[in-house]
């Protein structure tokens, strides 16, 4: 049989339905899919039910496809009786390597080869969870999510060694159908790249705390009013291409080489070479796609008044 | 004499008109102050002319204060006539020390001993800056702000050995006067603490690069449409406070020690003892206040929804 269209499908299932699998089950239900859900902690399907009913109206405010609905989902009794009708299961078990295995050697076992199994790990490689799927493991694939994946563009999607490449174009052709930003990775890295990021930050803030040099509050205040507002517009490669003036980072470079500023971070830099230099030059203007320093600023200045305003906005009538 | 009331403040001063002090300039002249600048580059006044016509329309939207006039500054001779008649004066020069070190002499030389003499200094400590200022260092104290500083609210404000703890009160009243967010700290930290924390995930990104394990396109995006949204909202911190679900940052650390995950980044970690686990923990509590995961949950979600909808605007009319 062949695999349906990314774009015609209809029924999901949701294995796992902890703060990841529930956020997917509210996600794929505005979206206006069936969904079929499996978890076996005792209280599953109520704390699932209350999750949905706690985020429709956050649903309803981004818009629902037009058959959406919040109570087009049922709880199954197992693993093979929630897959079986799935054109695509999402897998959300704990994040331990021989529990994932299990899980998706279960799924594999029960599924028609045609459906894609893809896993929400948050950093194991595909290569090495799809050991036990005797059946089928070139259906199987990672799509990394970031919380809540209601909300969330991104999902990171990247195949193992036993996975075809053709089942990571499908995957991200479907969450592009599903309203994401999938950000198809060609190589398996350990924690994908966002989460590599975010942990370099994580790490330099468990140092400073560690030092006493800043508290939490602190720290976070630090990102929130300050470089967490560009970082929702501009990435830090191109915020930084944006610090050197009309130069933009080849200007940046000579005045902030890291091998000059080591002092700044508990983390070592790698070696600013000329050639990597040229890399980072080349791809901030890759990225900047014709558009000059005075441009991006522009756009970024339109941009940031505009989330500036949405969470004044927010903050005055009880959001964060 | 007595130095003037923070909130009083009627005339700065602004001492280099690059990027971050012709920003300063455009902020000044928002809040209704006069501004007398100076920068010894040639063509210095009519880029700063330039440059406050693009972005008057931006303070326009941010709303003027009742005084506020694009044409309310005036381009001086030389620094001595820059800064005498100003009560507080913001120094922008270029990131040198020897450059920082004769620039704030300069400045000390020049004005009466009230005057507040502040540095926009991205990472040099007051301490080293302040040596030259002979007449009185007590008032010298550093201002970081974020690039566009008309736009970020973060001002990292912290003194040297030399300076008064009262000065460093008066900086962060008169930020918050100007309508910012002034970060107050105690310990002159090199990199204070946003740099160090984008510092961190810059290395992280340039080791990326190096080993060719992912583009400059794809790190920007892997920010912009994941982590960097969250982070205009929450901090790294509390943002993972809410990853493991009702038990908050407790069950996170359990979950995802870097002791445990050092595989996902090239940088080192500290070593999580129960004694920095008790101080996170306690930290993310304390900054919750009160609230419940769900209640963080709920406003990180308003504040989300607010922003999506803020940014696609923005970018189906023009912005970033």
């Known amino acids: 049989m062949e695999r349906i269209e990314p774009t015609a499908v209809q029924q999901v299932a949701v294995i796992g339905t902890g703060v990841i699998g529930a956020g997917w089950t509210a996600h794929f239900l505005r979206q206006g899919l069936d969904v079929v859900v499996y978890d076996p902690a005792p209280d599953a399907e109520a704390a699932l039910r209350t999750k949905i009913a706690e985020v429709w109206p956050i649903m309803e405010q981004l818009g629902l496809m037009p058959e959406a609905s919040p109570d087009r989902w049922r709880f199954a009794n197992h693993v093979a009786d929630a897959v079986a009708a799935a054109h695509f299961v999402q897998e959300n078990a704990p994040e331990r390597l021989a529990v994932k295995q299990t899980v998706l050697a279960e799924i594999d076992a029960s599924t028609p080869p045609e459906t894609v199994i893809s896993s929400s790990t948050s950093g194991y490689a595909m290569t090495d969870m799809q050991i036990l799927c005797w059946h089928h493991p070139e259906r199987t694939v990672v799509s990394h999510p970031f919380n809540p994946p209601y909300l969330i563009p991104l999902v990171e999607v990247v195949g193992g ?135 991006l600023e522009q756009e970024r200045d339109i941009a940031l008044v505009a989330l500036l305003k949405a969470l004044s906005h927010c903050r005055e009538t009880g959001g964060a």
């Open 161 to 295: 060694k036993q996975t075809e490449p053709a089942v990571v174009d499908w995957t991200a052709d479907f969450w592009t159908a599903m309203g994401k930003k999938p950000l198809k990775m060609t190589k398996e890295l350990p924690g994908f790249i966002a989460n590599r990021l975010q942990e370099a930050m994580w790490r330099e803030a468990l140092h400073m705390l560690h030092s006493g040099m800043a508290t939490i509050e602190e720290i976070d205040a630090a990102i929130t009013t300050g470089p967490g507002l560009r970082w929702a517009i501009m990435g830090p490669m191109l915020t930084f291409h944006l610090a050197g003036g009309a130069q933009g980072m080849a200007h940046m470079l000579d005045h902030f080489n890291p091998n000059e500023f080591d002092h700044w971070t508990f983390l070592s830099a790698p070696q600013i070479t000329e050639e990597l230099k040229s890399r980072i030059v080349a791809g901030c203007e890759a990225e900047a796609d014709g558009r000059s320093i005075q441009q």
